[in-house]
């Protein structure tokens, strides 16, 4: 219906693909929230989970989005998998297409996995569940629904503050801003930046506080140490938290009605101080909830289980 074969990323999604994602998975919201949380949407579908690199979040999202709407869900890890063992890449996607799942969801440490993947395995919908630092779109699905949810996502200013050079999430965002109508700000010191940032066409600064008034939402992204390769980004732990560090002052500087959001793992007192990740502003635990609906719909679509079954 919407011509989704794959989700490598928001570059190339349309616009009303997003919407049409985001309005399914806001009608699948529901169906967590019932004493019987289970759909037979996806009966006789099989999706595998095919993980990488570590996560809690967005595998087990997967997990329960594939189950709660009766689809068989596989889950494979990489200290489990057979490329422990000297297998490739390639040969692991093609052993798994050749049981004839309907969607493999991947996360890899290499930028562009699923889209290379995807030119062997024909028969096999791909979805990008965190490719290095290049792209998350299932998160930013997740983080448009809260706010959605929450009011609405257009014309707000969305301020991202951390580690955006490691960050696929904030590059996500930033082109899904140019696409639904929404701004990007940055906040994070030089070292963290990604080289060529104007590129983006956002505001950045090096300096919180100054990008504090004017914010909708506060995104505060975890400094993602298993990728820094400089080992100076920052002077210490205290130091960036004072800098870049999300505390109550700051919360009472953007001023009522701004809201706090992190795409987890949080490092508490690192970049986000402990009593504002549990404040009446956060809407960490909401992007969870949301992020099991938003997947729920891209399952769906990729199984073409949305036209009725016909794919
Ligand atoms: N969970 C997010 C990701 O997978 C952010 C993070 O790991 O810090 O990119």
Same mark, same amino acid.
């Given at each position: 219906m919407m011509g989704l074969r794959h989700l490598f990323g928001i570059a190339g999604l349309e616009k009303e693909q997003m919407e049409y994602l985001l309005n399914l998975g806001e009608s699948f919201v529901d169906v967590s929230?019932? *004493?019987?949380?289970?759909? *037979?949407?996806?009966?006789g579908k099989t999706v595998i989970n095919l993980f990488f690199e570590n996560s809690t979040r967005t595998r087990t999202s997967f997990e329960i989005a594939g189950k709660? $709407? !009766? %689809?068989? +869900? &596989?889950?494979?890890? =990489?200290? /489990? !998998? =057979? /490329?422990?063992?000297?297998? !490739?890449?390639?040969? /692991?996607?093609?052993? $798994? =297409? %050749?049981?004839? *799942?309907?969607?493999?969801? &991947?996360? @890899? !440490? +290499?930028?562009?996995?699923?889209?290379f993947l995807s030119e062997y395995l024909t028969n096999t919908a791909i979805v990008n %569940?965190?490719?290095? %630092? @290049?792209? @998350? *779109?299932?998160? +930013?699905? /997740?983080d448009l629904l809260t706010l959605k949810m929450a009011g609405g996502y257009e014309g707000k200013v969305v301020t991202m503050v951390g580690d955006i050079s490691h960050s696929r999430v904030a590059r996500s965002h930033l082109l899904a801003a140019k696409l639904m109508g929404y701004q990007v700000r940055l906040v994070a010191p030089k070292t963290l930046l990604p080289s060529q940032v104007e590129r983006y066409g956002c505001e950045v600064t090096h300096d919180f506080d100054e990008a504090i008034p004017g914010s909708d939402v506060l995104y505060m992204l975890r400094v993602q140490s298993e990728r820094l390769t400089d080992s100076c980004a920052f002077p210490s732990i205290r130091e960036y938290h004072e800098a870049y560090g999300l505390n109550r002052k700051r919360l009472a500087a953007a001023g009522e009605g701004c809201l706090v959001m992190h795409p987890g793992p949080m490092n508490r007192g690192v970049e986000i101080a402990t009593d504002v990740a549990d404040s009446a502003s956060s809407r960490i635990l909401n992007q969870v909830e949301n992020g099991v609906a938003v997947r729920m719909a891209v399952l769906t679509a990729l199984c073409g289980a949305d036209t009725g079954g016909e794919e």
């Open positions: 929230r019932r *004493p019987i949380r289970k759909a *037979p949407t996806l009966r709660r $709407l !009766s %689809a068989d +869900v &596989i889950n494979i890890s =990489a200290s /489990t !998998s =057979a /490329t422990k063992k000297g297998e !490739s890449l390639l040969d /692991t996607g093609q052993t $798994l =297409a %050749a049981m004839q *799942p309907h969607v493999l969801v &991947i996360r @890899h !440490s +290499v930028a562009g996995t699923c889209e %569940a965190g490719d290095g %630092a @290049h792209e @998350h *779109p299932t998160q +930013v699905l /997740t």
